[in-house]
T-cell receptor, first 112, second 115 residues
Framework: DTEVTQTPKHLVMGMTNKKSLKCEQH?????MYWYKQKAKKPPELMFV???????INESVPSRFSPECPNSSLLNLHLHALQPEDSALYLC???????????FGSGTRLTVV | QQQVKQSPQSLIVQKGGISIINCAYE??????FPWYQQFPGKGPALLIA?????SEKKEGRFTISFNKSAKQFSLHIMDSQPGDSATYFC??????????????FGKGTHLIIQP
């Protein structure tokens, strides 16, 4: 299995909702990442997990809460989002010490 | 954070032509320079990457040229095909280069190959 699987593919949520994005990989990668990508912009790093521990938080607002339950799973919990948070949320994984990331296809999030 | 400056922002090339995208970086400490390709509705995919101990790497129609003294690296797509139409990003490590630091991406180049 050489894929990163993200669910759901599309999500519409209200500003008072709580939702979660899920990411899964079975390549044995011990580094996992969340990126945010707005239209016609590059991906922007949000969080880095290394060996299931949060190693980088790029000053992301607390309404985004990451979780890494095990070495194969990465979640992003969403609460009280704003319309400007609408974007494509990408998950990626890699072997530690290696920058050849494998990205998922992303979750297209719309906040209404 | 490492900055990478990518150009051009958009590029139109005729089928069969050579597409060239450039990227400049600042920090000489890093040792891995990848290019990613992204199609609409998909996540970026690693296309080709180079380490600074070589000046050129070729994989099929894709070539990276690396100029250490100028702190630049470029992507060349030979015999460009309509299926190459996509957005291309150069990238560089974000922090110490230790691996799990997160990549910083250039602004991207929207490439269109005209039939």
């Amino acid at each position: 299995d050489t894929e990163v699987t993200q669910t759901p593919k599309h999500l519409v949520m209200g500003m008072t909702n709580k939702k979660s994005l899920k990411c899964e990989q079975h390549m044995g990668h011990r580094a996992m990442y969340w990126y945010k990508q707005k239209a016609k912009k590059p991906p922007e790093l949000m969080f880095v997990y290394s060996y299931e521990k949060l190693s980088i938080n790029e000053s992301v607002p607390s309404r985004f809460s990451p979780e890494c339950p095990n070495s194969s799973l990465l979640n992003l919990h969403l609460h009280a989002l704003q319309p400007e948070d609408s974007a494509l949320y990408l998950c990626a994984s890699s072997q530690t010490g290696f920058y050849g990331y494998t990205f998922g296809s992303g979750t297209r999030l719309t906040v209404v | 954070q490492q900055q990478v400056k990518q150009s051009p922002q958009s590029l139109i090339v005729q089928k069969g032509g050579i597409s060239i995208i450039n990227c400049a970086y600042e920090n000489t400490a890093f040792d891995y320079f990848p290019w990613y390709q992204q199609f609409p509705g998909k996540g970026p995919a690693l296309l080709i990457a180079i380490r600074p101990d070589v000046s050129e790497k070729k994989e099929g129609r894709f070539t990276i040229s690396f100029n250490k003294s100028a702190k630049q690296f470029s992507l060349h797509i030979m015999d460009s095909q309509p299926g190459d139409s996509a957005t291309y990003f150069c990238a560089a490590p974000g922090y110490s280069g230790g691996g799990a630091d997160g990549l910083t991406f250039g602004k991207g180049t929207h490439l269109i190959i005209q039939p």
